[in-house]
């Protein structure tokens, strides 16, 4: 699994590691940075590599920085390869020397949570699950699966199985936000509904004299066309009537 990166993270996770104001130093050691950057192809961005004498966080915090600007796939494995460190030393457990404490944790939550990730207090790294989520929970974890296809992430993570499934709980949400309700129905019948509510139509609606459809750029059909192409092509492209939006 490789998550997303954003400068956000590569702070929260940066600080995991940064015992640079204790003694005894916490592990997970300079060595097995080492390894990580080896593992993930990283080592081009190390300042150890270059001969200069900085802390893990500083050391972290540049690799990931180059990894950002450069290789976002080899800085999310490297963050996934961290984390699994830092809980195989005991850093999310509170009795452990090398605990990394309670604010560092939440922080990196807030921050791979931005992204469609949680990070557990025991230091489980996984995708935010849509199930149980209404409100403005639902709204936040819709909205960062809309960042990450839009940024051109494919990973399996990306949806909660199917792309059909993160269409069926994203028609649901408009349907309850907006109406109050949702009933049970078909799956097409569901998203009719819901493309009913935000004043959507699809190419196979009528075409009205004067007016253009402009091809939907969120990520609705985002997801769809990355993830459920047999439900693109069934359907047709989705559009948005500019009338339809008054």
């Known amino acids: 699994m490789s998550v997303p990166l954003s400068e956000s993270i590569v702070t929260a996770v940066a600080r995991l590691i940064d015992d640079s104001m204790i003694e005894p130093k916490r592990e997970p050691t300079h060595y097995d940075l080492e390894v990580q950057a080896e593992r993930t192809g990283l080592r081009v961005a190390d300042p150890k590599a270059q001969g200069?004498?900085?802390?893990?966080?500083?050391?972290v915090r540049a690799m990931l920085l180059w990894a950002l600007e450069n290789d976002v796939e080899a800085g999310g494995r490297f963050i996934t390869g961290l984390i699994a460190n830092v809980r195989g030393y005991g850093g999310f457990r509170p009795t452990s020397p090398n605990y990394v404490g309670e604010e560092a944790i939440r922080n990196a939550n807030e921050a791979v949570r931005s992204e469609g990730y949680e990070l557990t207090i025991d230091g489980q790294l996984q995708p935010v699950l849509?199930?149980?989520?209404?409100?403005?929970?639902?709204?936040?974890?819709?909205m960062a699966y809309v960042r990450r296809a839009q940024k051109g992430v494919m990973d399996a993570a990306l949806v909660t199985g199917t792309g059909k499934d993160l269409l069926e709980a994203t028609a649901k949400h408009v349907l309850l936000e907006r109406e109050g309700a949702c009933p049970?129905?078909?799956?097409?019948?569901?998203?009719?509904?819901?493309?009913?509510?935000?004043?959507?139509?699809?190419?196979?609606?009528?075409?009205?004299?004067?007016?253009?459809?402009?091809?939907l750029s969120t990520a609705l059909y985002s997801m769809w066309h990355a993830r459920s192409i047999e439900y693109a092509t069934r359907m047709g492209p989705v559009m948005v009537d500019p009338g339809l939006r008054q």
């Open 130 to 142: 849509l199930d149980g989520l209404a409100g403005a929970e639902m709204t936040a974890a819709l």
């Open 52 to 59: 200069q004498n900085v802390g893990k966080a500083k050391r």
């Open 184 to 215: 049970e129905t078909t799956f097409p019948a569901l998203l009719g509904l819901a493309f009913v509510t935000l004043g959507m139509v699809t190419s196979q609606h009528p075409k009205i004299v004067g007016r253009e459809p402009v091809m």
